[in-house]
Structures are given as C-alpha cells and as structure tokens.
Antibody, heavy 122, light 111 residues
C-alpha cells in the first residue's frame, strides 16, 4: 500500500521560501498514471489545493498561488517537492501531500500524508 | 471564502441519519461527476469517503452515501456512530482553469 510522508522545516521567516518534500513509499512515483499533489490547511480552517505534478514534470497550479508556487519531482528519489516563495503569516498551515488517481478530472485524492505544520514567523 | 458552500455544523444522535450539503455553481459541481468527500478527524489527514459523486472506496462503510442534484452535492451518513464525529469536506473538479475547489468544511457532532 502506498504511503506518503512530508518533510521540511517547520519554521520559515516572512518573505523567504517554504520548501517541503513528499517521499512516496510502497510504489513508484512513475507508475500508474497518478498525479502527485500538495494541499494545505491553515489552523482551524479548511483545505486549499495548491497544485500537482506528473512524474514527467507536467504541473498544474491553483491560479491564486501560481505566481509563487513551484512543484517538482525527483524520480530517482521517489519524491516530489513544493516551493512557495515570498511567504507571509497567511501561509502558515499544515501542508499535506496526496496522490491523485488517474481520472478525466484529476480532482480527487485517495492517499494522503500525515501532514506537516509550517509556521511563518520572524 | 471557499469556492463550495457547506454548512458550518450539523449534529445528530446515534442511529440517526444526517445529510451535509455542498453547493457550488454550474462551473464546478453542476457540470461534472467529479465530486468527492473527505472525513477528517482532529490532527489527522483527510480520508477519502466518496468519489465521483456516489462511489465508495474499498473499506468505507456503506453507511456513507453521496448524491448530486444540480449545483448541490450531498453526503448522507446513516446509522450515526460516535466515530463519525469529524469534519467533512467536499471537493469538485472545476474545469481546466481552476481545476480543484474545496468546500469550507462541516463539523459533524454526534450527540
């Protein structure tokens, strides 16, 4: 069974770049036509889709974050990564990575990592 | 403000049934069969409970069911159990520009 695990700094200073990695185990990131996604949840609030990537590097982003987000994949390490630049306190959230099964829509998430809290503060 | 509208909270007693609504527009819920529902317990990751409006992943109880009418999708939980107390989120495909939208979440309390 596939498992996902987020990792990265828990504290980022304002205006800097948030960087997280999601390591996939129990299956190859290159198999099955899956997309691999990042989703975040500010404390006490709802879920927000950030974007997703295919193992070839094909990416799609939330239009509201597109100017600051980059998602990349490293097939040799079986992981994918998130970079969010020019962060502010509003970017403080639990960040989840998730798998997106191959459908016509790519808008459902069947496996999730446990999430990692990133706080933006000086 | 979330793209999909859900009630902030619903409540029910053990054994009862409840329904959570998820209202979107003709650009998302109303136009596609790709509506999914997630259950999230405190401090945990969301769990997929319903996909493609009404399908259940393997291992999800048949007490959970989904439906859609027009721009509104619904999640019904029958035979409420204490373990169902959680936050529930809907999600929809929203076309090639926006792609994915979530609801604001509904807190289910089992009385």
């Amino acid at each position: 069974q596939v498992q996902l695990q987020e990792s990265g700094p828990g504290l980022v200073k304002p205006s800097q770049t948030l960087s997280l990695t999601c390591t996939v185990s129990g299956g190859s990131i290159t198999s099955g036509d899956y997309y691999w996604s990042w989703i975040r949840q500010p404390p006490g609030k709802g879920l927000e889709w950030i974007g997703y990537t295919y193992y070839t590097g094909n990416t799609f982003y939330n239009p509201s974050l597109m100017s600051r987000v980059a998602i990349s994949v490293d097939t040799s390490k079986n992981h994918f990564s998130l970079k969010l630049s020019f962060v502010t306190a509003a970017d403080t959230a639990v960040y989840f990575c998730a798998r997106v099964p191959p459908k016509d829509s790519y808008a459902e998430f069947d496996y999730w990592g446990p999430g990692t809290l990133v706080t933006v503060s000086s | 403000q979330s793209a999909l509208t859900q009630p902030a909270s619903v409540a029910g007693s053990p054994g009862q049934s409840i329904t959570i609504s998820c209202t979107g527009t003709s650009s998302d819920v109303g136009s596609y069969k790709f509506v999914s529902w997630y259950q999230q317990h405190p401090g945990k990751a969301p769990k997929l409970m319903i996909y493609e409006v009404s399908k259940r992943p393997s291992g999800v109880s048949n007490r959970f069911s989904g439906s859609k009418s027009g721009n509104t999708a619904s999640l019904t939980i029958s035979g409420l159990q204490a373990e169902d107390e959680a936050d529930y989120y809907c999600c929809s495909y929203a076309g090639r520009s926006t792609l994915v939208v979530f609801g604001g979440g509904t807190k289910l309390t089992v009385l």
